[in-house]
């Protein structure tokens, strides 16, 4: 039997590279954006994006994996979530490497995305905007601190 | 080195046929009867024994030759729900995050890319 490197949680590794290029504070709103994987308090008042993460699944082996994960973007106004899509789809798709909580870094082979399209729902004052990402992983990366 | 043939051109068209009879249609429909029922048993039940349940309306839909993948006519499989809750259960409301289970169940039995040319 080999000791493997245990594989990161695919949440995590999306919001922090969601996190990292998020900027400090939304231009249009003042208010920072949220990154989470359950709705915030209050979302219905937030006039900055909020920014959701789902892990879907996906197959694993003993050299990485390759989940795929939904992002949703909510915010107020149409302009506001292509603004926040415009800053987050290159960050992902661009990334080779994620820093998560406690300075262990993930590799990232891979990003295959499909693109944002707009989910409608009850609430017609906030668009929301859903896209789904497949991140190729490896195990390990700098030591689990 | 690879061994080529002067002369030799592929043919294309009966390979397309090929991938569009029932021998290589078969796999489509099997993965989605397959996601079908990964969804089927995922998807949260009321306790109530004679509900009609969200998840036992799961169906799937044959598409023999409507999916181009790389510009090359494939048959393909459709899994769907028209129940009235579907799209609240799948994509979530205001107040509760979509299940999503429907994607998860697609993302367990394939990889979960969409139509890419690979």
Redesign the interface.
Known sequence: MTDLAPLPDPNAVMMALLQSAAPDVDPESDEAWYVGTAYPDELEQRSAPTLLVGHLGGPTDETGARPAIDVTVIAPTYTAAQGTIEIIEPAVMGARFAVLEGGWKIVIDRVEGQGFYEVEWDDTRLRRFMGTFTLTIRRGGTTKP | MVETRRGYHPDNESFGAFLMSPLVFRWALEGAYEVQSIAARTTNRSNDPDARHMADEYVVNPIPSGVTVGGNARGAAQVENHSDHAV?HE????KQ??Y?DL??A???VG????L?DE
């Open positions: 609240a994509f979530g409301t205001t995050r979509g999503r994607a998860r697609g993302a367990r990889e979960f890319r969409g890419k």
